[in-house]
């Protein structure tokens, strides 16, 4: 989705949203729930304008190989997979071809995407202006490479699909790295801690957008 209105000469800033899992398929429709619905409604734009990446991923796939029952942490692969391959083509594509102010990449995403954001961040360390994972999972031994990036982590205390501690963990190793994420715990929320964080008029989105790589 591009802005509203593209002026010329002027660059804009990217946002790589990364779905859950209940938005995997190929109907290229499920995973613009959320954010990418958020972002086209005509304030949102109007207030944010930016180009928004959504991408699909399989049903079959997921955005990181790994074992979501895990406690605590997991170690990322070596290699990313072909679904978060695909992602990086696409930006790479969109980068080269739209008029993208590489200094405010930014990349979101929420369970399944929350994992995704944590992996493709410290794959691209120096990509992105800000990080905002949401109810994910993170390889908490690899997160030294962000100690100097912008983070936003949030999680409902009562999540039941993916536990609070996986976020709590992650701030923890990433403030011990010397980093300095914001973390936003939401008392009583179980799994859907997206819909909140987004929707702060004052929150996640504003705060997203106003950072910026020196």
Not at 30 to 37: G, I, K, N, T
Not at 45 to 74: M, N
Not at 181 to 193: M, T
């Amino acid at each position: 989705m591009p802005p509203a209105k593209v002026e010329e000469g002027k660059k804009y800033p990217l946002v790589l949203f990364l779905h859950g899992a209940g938005e995997r398929g190929d109907d290229n429709k499920s995973q613009l729930q959320y954010f990418p619905e958020q972002m086209a409604q005509p304030r949102w734009r109007e207030r944010f304008p930016c180009y928004v990446i959504a991408p699909q991923c399989r049903k079959d796939a997921k955005w990181v190989e790994v074992d979501w029952s895990l406690e605590g942490t997991h170690e990322a692969p070596d290699e990313p997979g072909d679904q978060m391959k695909v992602v990086m083509q696409i930006i790479e594509k969109t980068m080269a071809g739209e008029p993208i102010d590489k200094s405010r990449i930014y990349v979101t995403g929420l369970s399944m995407g929350g994992y995704g954001s944590w992996d493709l961040a410290v794959r691209k360390p120096n990509l992105f202006a800000a990080v905002a994972p949401i109810c994910g999972g993170a390889d908490n031994d690899s997160l030294a490479v962000l100690k100097d990036v912008p983070v936003w982590v949030a999680h409902g205390d009562a999540d039941n699909a993916v536990p609070v501690e996986r976020s709590r963990l992650a701030v923890a190793a990433l403030r011990k790295a010397g980093g300095n994420p914001v973390y936003v715990e939401l008392p009583g929320v179980e799994h859907n801690s997206w819909t909140p964080s987004y929707s702060d008029n004052d929150g996640l989105v504003p705060w997203l957008f106003r950072q910026k790589k020196q």
